[in-house]
């Protein structure tokens, strides 16, 4: 029967047969970056271990027995000296994560694993030869950091093995029929988009909206034929970026034979809208939607689309920046496997300023990699472009793909701005009173409640992050309404409209904020272009009030610089200024963890660098509000049935996410506590509780934030 590496019933799978499925799809997966025969190696020696007496009875006998046979290939590796410890990393990791460098007295990390005393493998000998690996990992450039440059390079061959490891493992274990579907090719997409864009291509009145929205669209198609690099979209709000955005990525992709599109994006909310229209125009089964409120997993019909969230493997990639930027930094399998498949694609970056600021530097060091040694074109998509070019190569020329960029947003000026300056609350309440159809957009949770009770009645309306979603929906369906219908409405909220959120207010107020948020809020005001431009402000204010804004403080103090030196805050110049000053101001923070650090020379700490790369790092504890028989039957289904994924998704519609600080003894969650107005939904869910007190929640602002800070003392 020979060595075996996997059964299933009768059938068997030789550690030889694997050894060679692997390494062929691993160096498959490796070619895209030039790198073939460095994959094809890795795959090779990932499971000699498997050779070792105690393993073959373990699989024979179908034991749970633990034999360690991912260090051997790693030892061997070692032992051959020259660029072979390279793939100590990748095979030492295969099951259990890429390790630090460390050192001996330290057993997980990569020196423990060399030292490790395990089973005898040595009949691997007779079955396998080792693979020639004599071209150099990366390729010096001068001002390049070839440290980090070798981390990528590992990770890289890392997600190449474990996905190599996992679909071989998988056609065996599934005699063939896997039900993966890769999707159709990027000739094919462009012809469909071509077909979806041909009558708008017709219109080349530039003295309309339509007309430039195709001008634009139609010079993203033409700059598509440019070779691989980084590019910027720099569009007004209402110029027509998504679509022009997705036809200089098929242009490209086809003229450049890259393999798939990714989309990254901030928000939920716009993954998606964004995620429908490309499924409209694309095909259902092109179009990955890869973030959290996606469940794939609860019908067989979505199994292809499960399949190809674990790799990526689908012609186009929705994604946000979470997912994207913390699998590119991550250790453990499951989630490096799919990072192979960022190599040879066009990367799309919508709404690039909200690249993470306490992570820029390396995230921008890992862009250049890409761009580098990858194969990928990147493309920074936004109406507020950010300022990057001093933080990318010195040689490389970030080309722009908007057509008469100043003109266009000359053409597509829909607001006025004004600076208020700094206002009592009670001035703000004034003239929020006189307004009949107004935004006031301010910067906490709990400025929002105030403002809103202070002026509550008929058409005054509250949004924030306080109300829970499917709550949070009803009440913009009556904004929608009463906006459509021109009834009085007035609207007090957070942030959260700023993005994905399609309503259009004659005027907008604005509590200062980053420049890029504010020009954002502004997209609410005369949105549709109907109004006259003189008519339609947004009016900057600042509270005399003290609302303190967790991690806001220094772009609000770069804003207030550019409020005294620009008249127009939209003005391009503004924007790059404002991006300039902030990340000059920021300075080392700009690597908040030090990620740079954690890579000299062949030492690279993978899991130290997963541990500390968190882009959502606030500590929050999750209450479901229990107000609707939906939300009190889905509540029974997980205490008495226990936690799916599907139930839980379905449960997020009645959650909110409350900030747990947990340096202060008196957090809002804290004094909600201790109140006696939370309990815990289920021993099995940590961090997840169920508001009991329904005086603490109101139908016009949700989750009341003025509960009193001694309040749970006196209970």
């Not at 330290?106 to 396998?128: M, P």
């Not at 609350?425 to 105030?450: P, R, Y």
């Not at 030492?603 to 939300?631: D, H, Q």
């Not at 939370?678 to 869910?685: A, C, D, G, H, K």
Request: with cysteine; aromatic share 10%.
């Amino acid at each position: 029967m020979g060595y075996i590496a996997h059964k299933d019933g009768e059938r068997v799978q030789t550690v030889k047969e694997h050894l060679e499925g692997t390494a062929e799809r691993a160096g498959n997966f490796a070619e895209k970056f030039g790198k073939r025969e460095w994959g094809y190696c890795c795959g090779m020696l990932h499971d000699i271990g498997k050779y070792s007496k105690e393993f073959q009875k373990k699989i024979q006998e179908n034991t749970n027995d633990k034999v360690d046979h991912a260090t051997a290939g790693a030892q061997v590796c070692k032992e051959l000296g020259g660029y072979y410890p390279i793939l100590s990393y990748c095979i030492a990791g295969h099951h259990a994560g890429l390790p630090d460098y460390g050192n001996t007295a330290i057993s997980s990390s990569l020196c423990g694993r060399w030292k490790k005393k395990i089973c005898d493998y040595q009949d691997y000998k007779d079955e396998v030869e080792i693979p020639d690996l004599d071209t150099e990992p990366i390729t010096f450039k001068e001002d390049r950091n070839m440290d980090f440059s070798l981390g990528t390079f590992i990770r890289m061959l890392y997600s190449c093995l474990v996905d190599a490891d996992f679909l071989d493992t998988e056609s065996f274990m599934k005699n063939g029929d896997t039900g993966r579907n890769s999707g159709e090719t990027m000739v094919t997409l462009q012809n469909r988009l071509k077909n979806h864009i041909s009558e708008w291509l017709k219109n080349t009145d530039a003295d309309t909206i339509n007309g430039r929205r195709t001008e634009i669209l139609s010079h993203c198609i033409k700059e598509g034929k440019q070779k691989e690099g980084i590019f910027r979209l720099t569009v007004p709000t209402g110029g027509g970026k998504t679509v022009a955005s997705l036809a200089f990525a098929l242009e490209h992709a086809v003229k450049n034979h890259k393999d798939r599109i990714i989309y990254v994006i901030p928000y939920t909310s716009i993954i998606e809208q964004n995620a429908q229209v490309f499924r409209e125009i694309l095909g259902e089964e092109n179009v990955l939607e890869n973030h959290y409120n996606v469940d794939y997993e609860s019908s067989e019909e979505f199994k292809p689309m499960q399949l190809a969230s674990e790799n990526w493997d689908k012609p186009v990639v929705v994604t946000t920046n979470v997912q994207f930027f913390e699998s590119l930094f991550a250790n453990k399998s499951s989630k490096c496997r799919k990072i192979h498949n960022i190599a040879n694609s066009v990367v799309i970056f919508d709404e690039a300023q909200m690249l993470p600021m306490d992570y820029l530097k390396p995230c921008i060091a890992m862009l250049q990699e890409l761009v580098d040694s990858y194969s990928v074109s990147i493309v920074l998509c936004t109406a507020t472009q950010p300022a990057l070019d001093s933080f990318f190569s010195k040689n490389e020329l970030i080309k722009e793909l908007c057509p008469r960029m100043e003109e266009q947003f000359l053409f597509f000026k829909r607001v006025n701005y004004q600076n208020l300056g700094r206002i009592r609350e009670d001035d703000l309440l004034e003239k929020l009173k006189k307004e009949n159809n107004a935004l006031c957009i301010v910067n906490t949770k709990k400025a929002a409640q105030m403002i809103y009770k202070e002026l509550q009645g008929e058409g005054i309306y509250h949004l924030s992050t306080s109300m829970y979603p499917k709550h949070r929906k009803r009440v913009l369906k009556r904004i929608r309404e009463r906006l459509k219908n021109n009834e009085k409405c007035i609207v007090i909220s957070t942030s959260l409209v700023e993005a994905g959120v399609d309503l259009d207010f004659a005027t907008v107020y604005r509590q200062i904020a980053g420049l890029d948020s504010m020009i954002q809020a502004a997209g609410r005001c005369n949105r549709e272009g109907k109004r006259e431009l003189s008519e339609s402000m947004v009016y900057i204010f600042d509270l005399e009030e003290s609302y303190s804004v967790p991690n806001q403080r220094q772009q609000i103090d770069v804003s207030k610089g550019i409020l005294q030196d620009y008249t127009d805050i939209a003005d391009l110049k503004a924007i790059h200024d404002y991006f300039t000053r902030l990340y000059h101001y920021r300075g080392t923070s700009l690597d908040k963890k030090k990620i740079m650090d954690e890579f000299q020379k062949m030492e690279c700490n993978f899991a130290e660098v997963a541990k500390e790369f968190k882009l959502i790092e606030e500590n929050t504890k999750t209450i479901f509000i229990n107000r609707e028989p939906e939300a009190d039957e889905l509540l029974q289904e997980l205490r008495i049935k226990g936690v799916t994924r599907e139930r839980m998704r379905k449960a997020g519609q009645y959650c909110i996410q409350v900030y747990d600080n947990a340096k202060s003894e008196n957090s809002f969650f804290d004094r909600l506590n201790g109140a006696g107005m939370l309990r815990p939904v289920s021993e099995e869910m940590q961090d997840f509780y169920e508001l009991v007190d329904g005086e603490q929640y109101s139908e016009e602002y949700g989750l009341d934030f003025s509960l009193e800070d001694g309040m749970a003392f006196f209970v």
